[in-house]
């Protein structure tokens, strides 16, 4: 299932920038991040799939209804070419190929140290954020509960409603 994934992953990024149209490049971009977070799922990391696939998901949708408000053409559906510079793009992603790859061969990869933890979400937030976590979370909430008061008081009703 990994293989299959990944190539599918792989097959939707390389249709974003083969399609036609802004509309098919976006719902390719989304195919591939929806791989990708299958990706992460079956390694294990169920917090990190999650939080993907719906950043994502969220994210392309938020992206088409401003490609069909704003682009000329309707819903980004006529033919254009999402390729610009050929040439220099192919040279610079050549060499960023190249300086990876050498990476890879050159780096002195360690072996694993220690037992593989219970919960790898829990383990990567504390590698991250260490004894921050707590607050971090905190203010995760605080950020959530202000997008919805903008939200709220933005509306043509305000924030007592029709009552005002």
Known sequence: MVWVLGAAATAFGVAVFT????????FALLASF?????????????????LVVLMMI????????????YM?????????????????????AGAAFA?????????????????RPGDPAVALGEAIMGSKMLVMM???VAILATMI??????????RYGDDA
């Open 99 to 115: 300086a990876m790859v050498a990476g890879i061969i050159a780096v002195p990869w360690p072996g694993r140290a220690g037992r």
């Open 72 to 92: 000329m053409n309707p819903a980004g559906l006529m033919p254009m070419s999402m390729l610009h510079n050929r040439r220099g793009a192919a040279v610079i």
């Open 58 to 69: 969220m994210e392309m949708l938020v992206m088409a209804v401003f490609m069909v408000m």
């Open 138 to 140: 905190v203010i995760g």
């Open 34 to 50: 929806v791989c990708t977070g299958g990706l992460l799922l079956l390694a294990g990391l169920h917090y990190l799939g999650v």
């Open 19 to 26: 399609v036609d149209s802004m509309a098919r490049a976006t």
């Open 149 to 158: 008061a903008t939200v709220v008081l933005a509306l043509k009703s305000g």
